[in-house]
């Protein structure tokens, strides 16, 4: 009986190359003649994993032949895959990433999970099958899990991945948080890699948007071609400061702007960034930003009203941070989030509107506030307590009173 090819994506990490190992060894164990490959050199963090659990590395290939029965694993999609992938004879997927662009022409036994570690769903299936792995085997997963959630630090990560990760590495008799950190360990130094090796590291390689190849991280594609990188801020300066050297022409070529940290741009060099002649013929622009615009929150209240932070927690399911605060001897909670909607002022509100502090002296508070910065109204009369206050207003336009 030919051989079933078991295999995970091209630059294969941890979870890729421990996922076609183990499950060739399940699928041996009832009773299927399979075969555990990889489509790449193994990378330091998971060469170590094999050594240190004395594992051979899974055989290389490069392609597969026409109604090759194969089984993939960490993957489901044509660009990550084998050479000839489109016309083998695909069994089986089992994955835990987005489902792309893999079809067949019957149904075929398709498993994706929303988990960490494709290791994970394995794990699930030697206990739905009632076998018990090897203590190795078992190692083995746990160095996936541990890899692909980063020792449970992930956003990936899921509290199934934990429980699975804690009862192997109790069977297998390892310490989870030792052999993490002996695993990063060995890919932490940067000494004696090719910077072939760094770029490719993790490379992945996706098709989509108007039929357009897109590389990540780089490639093979791309280390052939003319690639020119700079930052938004080398544009910005050599288009409105250069512009005695500005040169449209040199603009001409460019298929795709990528616009990184976004929000820390203004936005009429946004502006002028898109009104430019080049970006006329610029298939597709995409602005990014994965950081939560923090800074001038903080600015304003700590370092500018000399709040003190006493927590700050970074809650990944809503997108935000909670910025606990101390005022004397009380707290306020502050919430950064760029994405939710500002808060209605005018017309006011019902409930509570503004905070208002009391000052002895109004004059010297507002010397003390424009001092800093801090832009306040006109001074004027409480029409209740006819005592003198006005306004200021923190980043998010939430008004603050200051009451003699």
């Known amino acids: ?30 009773g299927d003649t399979v075969k555990a490959c990889r489509l790449g050199e193994p990378n330091k963090e998971t ?21 090759q029965e194969v089984i993939l694993v960490d993957h489901n999609e044509y660009t990550q895959s084998v050479k000839g992938i489109e016309t083998a004879e695909l069994l089986e997927v089992i994955d835990h990433h987005r489902v792309c662009d893999i079809f067949t022409a019957r149904p075929i036994s398709f498993r994706n999970e929303i988990i960490g570690s494709t290791c994970s769903i394995i794990a699930k299936m030697y206990r739905e099958a009632g076998i018990q792995p090897e203590k190795s085997t078992a190692a083995l997963m746990c160095c996936a899990i541990i890899s692909d959630t ?3 630090n992930s956003p990936t990560t899921t509290p199934v991945d934990r429980v699975i990760a804690e009862g192997l590495a109790k069977w297998a ?18 000494k004696g890699r090719s910077v072939s090796e760094i770029l490719y590291n993790d490379f992945k390689e996706y098709t989509e948007f108007f039929n357009t190849e897109c590389i990540w991280s780089g490639g093979k594609e791309v ?54 002649p ?11 930003t994965g950081t939560i615009p923090k800074e ?17 927690n970074h ?50 508070a507002v010397a003390w506030l424009n001092e800093r910065g801090i832009e306040t109204e006109p001074i004027r009369f409480d029409v209740f307590t006819q005592n003198r206050m006005t306004f200021f207003k923190d980043p998010d336009g939430l008004p603050l009173e200051i009451h003699e």
Do not use: W
């Open 1 to 30: 009986m030919e051989e079933v090819l078991i295999f995970g994506h091209k630059s294969p990490d941890t979870d890729t190359i421990c996922s076609a190992l183990v499950l060739a060894n399940l699928r041996t164990k009832l």
């Open 47 to 67: 060469k170590f994993a094999l050594n240190y659990l004395n594992v051979e590395v899974p055989e290389l290939i490069s392609g597969v032949e026409e109604n």
């Open 150 to 152: 980063m020792n449970f």
């Open 173 to 190: 008799g390892i310490d989870l948080d030792e052999i993490a950190k002996e695993m990063f360990g060995a890919v932490a130094t940067l």
């Open 223 to 276: 280390a052939s071609s003319n690639l020119t990188v700079g930052t938004f801020q080398s544009l910005i300066k050599y288009i409105e400061k250069d512009s005695s050297k500005y040169n449209p022409k040199f603009f001409e070529k460019f298929d795709c702007v990528f616009v990184d940290e976004v929000h820390r741009a203004k936005a009429s060099q946004i502006k002028n960034i898109i009104s430019q």
């Open 278 to 288: 080049f970006m006329k013929d610029v298939k597709v622009a995409f602005g990014m």
């Open 296 to 312: 001038k929150t903080i600015d304003f209240y700590v370092k500018k009203l000399g709040f003190k932070i006493l927590r700050e």
């Open 315 to 364: 809650r990944q399911d809503r997108a935000d941070i909670k910025l606990d605060l101390q005022f004397g001897d009380q707290e306020l909670e502050i919430f950064v989030n760029p994405s939710a909607p500002k808060r209605p002022n005018y017309p006011e509100a019902l409930g509570l509107r503004h905070l208002a502090f009391k000052v002895k002296d109004i004059d010297e």
